[in-house]
């Protein structure tokens, strides 16, 4: 598999009656990746072939995600995504394995860990929703007028997607990059899956956990983009001091989304933290 090749997510897996996509490659101890919105698991197609030569890499997409089941009433909100990634992990029969989160993934990866006591061999994390307060005045907006977004004309919704995906990264997605993020979220399925996925984004889900947050009993890495526009660098900083023994690790030249502006640092972060085990 090329580093730019798409991740096959050839299996589904049903999860509180969703079906959720996901896939495998590589070999040796498990290393569970878990993305952000409005993304999916194909942030890691940079990442997870490198990572495949020293851990077996799991990832998959989020419910209401990707290439995961995608339907009107459907509960998308960080409150079922902890129980997917216990569940699965349970499925894959997975003992403490190594997690490397973005985003949502972040705190779907500390949901998990403070409220389900799934634990880990070893954490790294990055540009994670993690602290209050979040939610862009977009995601504001949106959460009031949810029906009204869901039902643009298709040429609009396109613009706006693709402008709102850009922000995201600090340098500009190449057209193969924005037509991949895109993909799921259009038509007359994943339009309104979009406006969903925003519109039960709610602060309490980290309020639930924040407060828990302490000394993680796994090796943590904590990184963040210099150059993050949706999350300030500064939350890296004090959510490296709740829950991990080492100091928040910059990457400079790094909006959001590491995975495309840097991604050999986290490939770094993670061999790193392979190699001091």
Known sequence: MSAEAMLDLPNSSIIQGNAVRWGRIGDGQALVAVHGTPFSSQVWRRIAPL??????????????????????????????????????????????????????????????YYLDGLRFSSLTIFDAVALAPWGSPLVQHVRRHEAAFAGMPDYMHRAMLRAYLQTAAHEPLSEEALAMYSAPWLGPVGQPAFYRQIGQMDQRFTDDVEALYGRMDCPVTVLWGQEDEWIPPEKGN????????????????????????????????????????
């Open 238 to 277: 004090v959510l490296a001091s709740r829950i991990s023994d080492r100091p928040c690790i910059p990457i400079p030249g790094a909006g959001h989304l590491v995975q495309e502006d840097r991604p050999e640092m986290i490939v770094a972060a993670v061999l790193n933290q392979i190699a001091n085990r």
């Open 51 to 112: 990572l495949a030569a020293h851990r077996t890499v799991y990832y998959f997409d989020l419910i209401g995600y990707g290439q995961s089941e995608m339907r009107e009433g459907q509960d998308v909100s960080l409150a079922v995504q902890n129980k997917a990634l216990v569940a699965l992990c349970g499925e894959w029969d997975l003992d403490r394995p190594e997690i490397l989160a973005h985003d949502f993934g972040g705190a779907t990866a500390l949901r998990a």
